[in-house]
């Protein structure tokens, strides 16, 4: 999953420098996930979390929909 486990938690395993991804897809809405993954917001810098913008988008519809599985 292109990394997000040295920053979040997953199962019970990865970082913990963001929230845990865990139950995510009931958390948040599919728009409001991909919302997350495209825009890095400068105003939250110091959180750290990268856009995924220069994925296609076939990888971002399957990355979506392993979040929404969680």
Do not use: W
Not at 1 to 27: D, N, V, W
Not at 37 to 48: D, F, G
């Amino acid at each position: 999953m292109l990394g997000c486990r040295a920053c979040h938690r997953l199962s019970g395993k990865g970082g913990q420098l963001g929230p845990s991804l865990s139950g995510i897809g009931q958390r948040m809405t599919r728009r409001d996930l991909r919302q997350k993954l495209m825009v890095h917001n400068e105003a939250n810098a110091e959180r750290h979390m990268p856009s995924y913008d220069y994925l296609f988008e076939s990888e971002r519809q399957q990355l979506l929909d392993r979040l929404e599985q969680q």
